[in-house]
């Protein structure tokens, strides 16, 4: 289900401000983490920004390799999307298998493409993150690929209206709370 994104069009997957789950891999080593804190910079090229706190085995990942995976869950997901915020790489090695997180590596980055989400964007960190990432935990990303389920994201814009509620984005609001995407509203 999942459709190429034109890259100019990638920012738009994560301009409704959804939780997404940030992959890494760097030297036989693999994480995914939920991280609620992700947004679009740019559109050409397309830039995001994303938080990952400097304790966590994905920055370690991301800073070693310098790429990672964003990738987009959807209420379908959400057990496990919970289940990969609340559990730490460096604490647990077999995390993904503790938390039935199955994945494909990235063609362009080997970062893991997590099946089930709505988007899939493969990135490449950019050489000022340097400068912010160390005192604010803020990675600044260039998107290279980016893939949406044609279900609810077709024409460049999402379309949760027409799709099954379990195809919705989720939007961690605290306390390992979510709230889904609502109702389309077209004003006059």
């Known amino acids: 289900m999942m459709q190429s994104v034109p890259l100019d069009k990638a920012s738009r997957l994560l301009n409704h401000g959804p939780t997404v789950l940030v992959g890494s891999a760097h030297g036989g080593r693999v994480n995914v983490m939920a991280a609620a804190w992700a947004m679009p910079l740019d559109f050409t090229p397309p830039k995001i920004a994303v938080v990952i706190d400097k304790a966590t085995l ?17 209420v379908a997901q959400a057990a496990l999307t919970r289940a990969v915020g609340n559990e730490s790489g460096k604490d647990h090695p077999d995390k993904l298998q503790r938390c039935g997180v199955s994945y494909e590596p990235g063609p362009l980055t080997g970062c893991p493409l997590v099946p089930g989400a709505i988007a899939w964007m493969e990135c490449r960190v950019l050489p000022a993150t340097v400068h912010v990432a160390g005192p604010h935990d803020l990675i600044l990303a260039e998107v290279v690929n980016a893939w949406a389920d044609e279900r609810v994201f077709s024409g460049g814009r999402w379309h949760f209206e027409a799709a099954s509620d379990d195809l919705r984005s989720l939007h961690h609001v605290a306390g390992g709370m979510f709230y889904t995407v609502g109702s389309a509203i077209m004003p006059e």
């Open 58 to 74: 994905t920055r370690e990942l991301v800073e070693a390799s310098g790429v990672l995976s964003v990738c987009v869950p959807c």
